[in-house]
């Protein structure tokens, strides 16, 4: 059996202030869904604050990107109990990362801070972008004693 994840308040208090927001927090299987029914979406894909600070960087970025860039993009956020599947689906490899999906389907990721033109001019290239396949083939790989194929 797997040990619980422990995780610090910091987490729950990010994701608490991005609901108030009105940012809902979707799982990783609701999260296409969402898109179809948004059009442009904007994911926040997050992990403990604690131990990468700059997921709360992050939480401060994409509010005031949004704005300043009058883009018509949904934000959602992405529970981070569903990072490995996360991963999977969507090759989202590193903390913070914003996911850019159009009606279901996969637009990019860009993972990690960045200077405010480049966050501009990045969000304005994956509304560009047309839809495709993300970079993950969505196949889990288990290590050599997790017993099964590897």
């Not at 999260?31 to 990468?52: I, M, N």
């Not at 490995?84 to 801070?113: H, N, S």
């Not at 990045?122 to 099964?148: D, F, L, Q, T, Y």
Request: hydrophobic letters at 45%; charged letters at 20%; proline letters at 9%.
């Amino acid at each position: 059996m797997t040990a619980p994840v422990s995780v610090s308040a910091a987490l729950p208090a990010l994701l608490s202030r991005l609901s108030a927001r009105g940012w809902p927090l979707l799982s990783v299987d609701a999260l296409a869904d969402f898109a179809r029914q948004h059009g442009e979406v904007v994911a926040f894909c997050v992990d403990d604050p604690t131990k990468l600070p700059e997921v709360a960087d992050a939480a401060v970025i994409l509010p005031e990107l949004l704005k300043d860039s009058g883009l018509p993009l949904t934000p959602c956020v992405v529970d981070p109990a569903g990072n490995a599947e996360l991963q999977a689906r969507y090759g989202v490899m590193k903390y913070p990362a914003f996911l850019f999906l159009r009606d279901g389907g996969y637009v990019g990721v860009m993972a990690g801070l960045r200077s405010w033109g480049e966050y501009l001019h990045e969000v304005n290239e994956m509304r560009a972008r047309p839809v495709g396949r993300a970079p993950s083939i969505g196949i889990k790989v288990a290590g050599p004693n997790a017993g099964g194929c590897a």
